[in-house]
Structure formats: structure tokens, C-alpha cells
């Protein structure tokens, strides 16, 4: 296999022992990501004592990032300009994350920015906000708080010590966003820090041009970009940004449901292995398995399939270049 590509598999509680993760190194698995939504890096340190023990892997983080999504509403919300509205206890529901992120004086952007409100009084449980653009809130609409948040802030503080190699940025916008995270990172030290910009909305997209040459490899990251758009529409977004990243020989990553029904089954379907084999065609330099690792029953066997079906198609264009 001429093509040197990276493996990711995400840490959760199917492969932490070390047992399984020196199965999932053996079967070829190049880097492991642990999604710092839900932790931080400190509360990872037993983890990565042994990971350490099965291997020296690339270790990215993928940051809680810029935008997140409120919780269900019973009803769509109309909200007025000037008007005061809770978000937390009392008031729309939003995980302990971003209510940790938020002060007086912060703007959050709602559904893609067509709603605009200012933090007047933030609290532990809840935060007074004002609007300041109004519109129809409804359930499950992204929440943009502009800039890193705390908690990423201190997670790239601890990168060194952790062993950090690369960072996943989500919910990329433009460059700017790329720009930011950079000068943060050289700020800490950390500045060789591979950046991983993760398109998963139409924003992303539509400023892939200038986010590519500002970012270390680009993240096609199917999950939330196929909630964007509608689900017949994402074959073609995902094949041109790789025909862009190509264009500009920057590295990318395909991720999402490669191996979706590996968390129940042990054994993938057709279409799943052909969906692996034609993203490698496309040109892909990464591929990573999110819930197939973190959550499946077969981690190991998972991380098997998608190595062996990549070779394949390796091998399959080798052939193709000799020609």
C-alpha cells in the first residue's frame, strides 16, 4: 500500500482497557480521537496512561468547538427583539456545557445566525439573555457562542503534557476560525499541533476555499453536514470537497457511519465496505470510526474491516498506476 493513511478510532467505554486497544493497534489503527464534549483531557489520564502501553499513537482531541444545539421544545418559541429570554433552569433547556461557557457579554448566534442574543446575567444554572435579532426558535437549532470556550481553553493548556498531536476543530466557518485556534495553540507552545477543520455545516462549505489553506487536513464530517443539507445532497458535497482538498493537495479525512451497524453486527454491510473502499478512491488520507469504537461490541474487529477494505482499494489503484 503506497498511500500512507491514517486510522482513527474514538475512545469510549468499548475500548478502554488495554486488552482492546492493542487489538485495535494490531489490526492497524493509527491514531486514536477522544471527544472532549463530554470530558476534558485531565479526566483522561488513566486512559492515556494505557494507551501508552499498547502504543505511541497520534492523539487528536476534537474541542467542544463554537457551536453546539439547544435541548427539544415542547412548542416553537417567537421571540422579539428587546425581549428578555432564560436559557437553562426556567427556560430553554441548554447542556451544562454551554452554560459553563457563557459571561455577561456574550453573543450567541442561534440557527445559524438568524437569531442574535447578548448574556445580561449568567449563572451557574441559567444565563439572562437579551434579543437582539429576533425570530422562530425551534427545537434542536444550533447555538454559536463566537470563540473557544473555556473548557477547550484549558483542554489546549493540557495538550503537551497529554501527548496531543493533532486538534479537531468542529463546526469550521471560514478561515478566521482556523486562524484563531492557531494563534491560541502558538500561544501555549503548542503550535506544531496538526488542526483539523471539521466542515460540518453550509457555512464550512461554502468557505472551504479559504478554510483550506489556513488548516493542517480537512474533516468531512458527514454526521452533522448530512443534517444540513437534505441526505441525497451529501454524496456530492463530499465528493467535491475532496476533489477541492486534491486540487489543493491538502490531506483530508471522510468520517461517519463507515461502519455503522459494526456497533451491533460483526460483520459490515456492502455498502458500508464500498463506501470505505470509493472514499479512498476519492483520494482520502484519513479515515476515523466514531461509534463503531467508542460504543460497538466489536471495536477491534471494526477498526479489521475498515484497514483491510482501505489496502484494497490501495492496492486497486497501485495496480491502476502501473499501468
Known amino acids: 500500500m503506497n498511500k500512507n493513511i491514517e486510522f482513527y478510532g474514538t475512545l469510549g467505554s468499548a475500548c478502554e482497557s488495554e486488552k482492546t486497544l492493542e487489538e485495535m493497534f494490531r489490526t492497524g489503527m493509527t491514531g486514536v480521537r477522544v471527544n472532549l464534549s463530554h470530558q476534558d483531557l485531565e479526566d483522561r489520564q488513566e486512559w492515556l496512561a494505557s494507551m501508552r502501553k499498547a502504543a505511541k499513537p497520534e492523539l487528536l482531541v476534537d474541542l467542544q468547538g463554537p457551536e453546539l444545539r439547544i435541548g427539544k421544545l415542547k412548542k416553537p418559541l417567537i421571540l422579539e427583539e428587546g425581549k428578555k429570554l432564560i436559557l437553562g433552569k426556567g427556560g430553554v ?175 459490515p454491510t456492502r455498502a458500508e465496505v464500498s463506501d470505505i473502499y470509493n472514499a479512498v478512491l476519492d483520494g482520502a488520507d484519513a479515515l476515523m470510526l466514531t461509534g463503531e469504537t467508542a460504543a460497538g461490541n466489536y471495536p477491534g474487529i471494526a477498526m479489521g474491516y475498515l484497514v483491510q477494505t482501505a489496502k484494497q482499494a490501495c492496492a486497486y489503484l497501485d495496480k491502476d498506476n502501473d499501468k
Open 93 to 267: 433547556k441548554l447542556s451544562k456545557q454551554i452554560l459553563g461557557s457563557l459571561e455577561k457579554g456574550s453573543e450567541i448566534l442561534i440557527d445559524d445566525g438568524k437569531i442574535l442574543l447578548t448574556v445580561k446575567k449568567a449563572k451557574e444554572r441559567y444565563a439572562e439573555c437579551v434579543v437582539l435579532r429576533g425570530g422562530v426558535l425551534k427545537s434542536k437549532k444550533s447555538i454559536t457562542i463566537p470563540g473557544l470556550a473555556k473548557a477547550d481553553l484549558m483542554n489546549i493548556h493540557n495538550a503537551h503534557e497529554a501527548g496531543v498531536t493533532g486538534v479537531m476543530l468542529p463546526f469550521v466557518r471560514g478561515a478566521q476560525d482556523i486562524i484563531n485556534l492557531r494563534k491560541t495553540l502558538e500561544a501555549e507552545g503548542v503550535g506544531d499541533i496538526r488542526i483539523f477543520a471539521k466542515i460540518e455545516n453550509l457555512a464550512g462549505y461554502e468557505a472551504i476555499d479559504e478554510i483550506i489553506p489556513e488548516s493542517d487536513m480537512i474533516v468531512i464530517a458527514r454526521g452533522d453536514l448530512g443534517m444540513a443539507v437534505p441526505l441525497w445532497e451529501l454524496p456530492t458535497i463530499q465528493k467535491d470537497i475532496s476533489e477541492r482538498c486534491k486540487k489543493a493537495g491538502k490531506p483530508f479525512m471522510v468520517v461517519t457511519q463507515l461502519l455503522h451497524s459494526m456497533e451491533e453486527a460483526m460483520v
